[in-house]
């Protein structure tokens, strides 16, 4: 069956930390990634996506992700959090008709 | 300014009483998705519809029905059947079926039965 998966459930990190999110998908064909953000009482905000080409994509508010074929895998990345960044993270994937989220990391940084 | 709006943002139900949960796009998108939002479980999809008069099931649709009479409204209604319809719904649109079109989310309605 088609999934995504996030391990990390909750992730406290300090200001000015790197932060990396897992996210592992199980598709064995074309597969659009994406991940978004939502941040306390707002709704989903689309992160940064990868549909093809250079596996590095970057996104808005700093953030990246590197697809790795061979590893399943999208992880997030950010080089230096802010407080602002506390919010739910959710990995996505397309293929076909359907969207399939991850069950989202929960990311709270401490000034 | 384009969006997709959901109403009411909390609403309150006693068990066994259907209720529908709106959705309005004025983005001209294509496909429509209702999820549900339950702690540490994510956004599980209940159903979908990429044209008008058109929707299939998701991943958790029993207890739930949708209609797509007109391009920028996809309404939910949770059914007595729903054996538990607490919980945050969101609806999201998507530009078109195409692999490529990432999904814009409205606000979100919470239902609570009473």
């Known amino acids: 069956a088609q999934s995504v998966s996030q391990h990390n459930h909750h992730v406290i990190l300090s200001e000015a930390a790197s932060l990396e999110l897992g996210c592992n998908y199980s598709?064995?064909?074309?597969?659009?990634l994406f991940w978004y953000v939502q941040y306390p009482g707002q709704h989903l905000q689309l992160l940064l996506k990868?549909?093809?080409?250079?596996?590095l994509v970057k996104g808005i508010k700093g953030f990246e992700a590197e697809f790795i074929k061979s590893k399943f895998s999208f992880n997030l990345r950010k080089p230096s959090v802010q407080w602002s960044d506390t919010a739910e993270y959710f990995c996505?994937?397309?293929?076909?008709?359907?969207?399939?989220f991850g069950t989202g990391t929960s990311l709270t940084v401490i000034p | 300014d384009g969006g997709i709006t959901q109403s009411p943002k909390y609403l309150f139900r006693k068990e066994g009483q259907n209720v529908t949960l709106s959705c309005e796009q004025n983005?001209?998108?294509?496909?429509m998705y209702w999820y549900r939002q339950d702690p540490g479980q994510g956004l599980r999809l209940i159903y979908y519809?990429?044209?008008?008069?058109?929707?299939q099931k998701g991943d958790i649709a029993e207890g739930y029905s949708v209609s797509r009479e007109k391009k920028e409204s996809f309404p939910l209604t949770v059914t007595s059947a729903q054996k538990n319809p607490t919980a945050f719904y969101l609806c999201?649109?998507?530009?078109?079926?195409?692999?490529?079109?990432?999904?814009?989310f409205g606000d979100g309605t919470r239902l609570s039965i009473l």
């Open positions: 999201a649109s998507s530009a078109g079926r195409g692999l490529n079109q990432p999904q814009h």
């Open positions: 598709y064995g064909g074309t597969v659009n």
């Open positions: 990868y549909f093809s080409g250079d596996p």
């Open positions: 996505a994937g397309n293929t076909g008709n359907q969207f399939y």
């Open positions: 983005l001209n998108h294509d496909a």
């Open positions: 519809s990429q044209i008008v008069n058109d929707f």
